[in-house]
């Protein structure tokens, strides 16, 4: 790695050449406190890497009782249920701690995981440790 990719480990795991097949499609954006990067039972329409912020995952029941599951900050990236074809779970994904990230439009995250084994194999890793 060549360069620092805005404080997010999970980017900076990749290697340039994984990181240069998704950095053209990456935006920065900026999380304030209460913006949603997932909510429970609807599909994403973007992948966040945070770089700086917090934001809590809240398990989201059927009979809508809410409890928090874990959080994501600049070592992962959420909603974790980009990495299926529904691309939705059961959780909400909101900001707590207000900071900044990168998102990817969720075509462009879902045909870079399939296409590029070494991006696949570090997002696969972060999702195993987001449990």
């Known amino acids: 790695m060549t360069e620092d990719r805005h404080n997010n480990r999970l980017l900076n795991a990749l290697s340039d050449e994984d990181y240069g097949l998704?950095?053209?499609n990456l935006e920065e954006v900026d999380l304030t406190r209460g913006y949603y990067l997932a909510k429970a039972g609807q599909a994403s329409s973007h992948v966040y890497f945070p770089s700086h912020g917090i934001a809590s995952v809240i398990a989201?029941?059927?009979m809508g009782r809410r409890a928090e599951a874990g959080?994501?900050?600049l070592e992962g990236f959420a909603?974790?249920?980009s990495v299926v074809p529904a691309s939705y779970?059961?959780?909400d994904v909101v900001v707590q701690v207000p900071g900044h990230g990168s998102r990817l439009d969720l075509e462009a995250f879902q045909e870079s995981f399939e296409a590029n084994p070494g991006f696949r194999d570090v997002i696969l890793r972060a999702a195993r440790q987001s449990r």
């Open 22 to 24: 998704i950095a053209r």
């Open 60 to 62: 989201v029941s059927a």
């Open 71 to 73: 959080m994501v900050g």
């Open 79 to 81: 909603p974790v249920a």
């Open 89 to 91: 779970g059961p959780f």
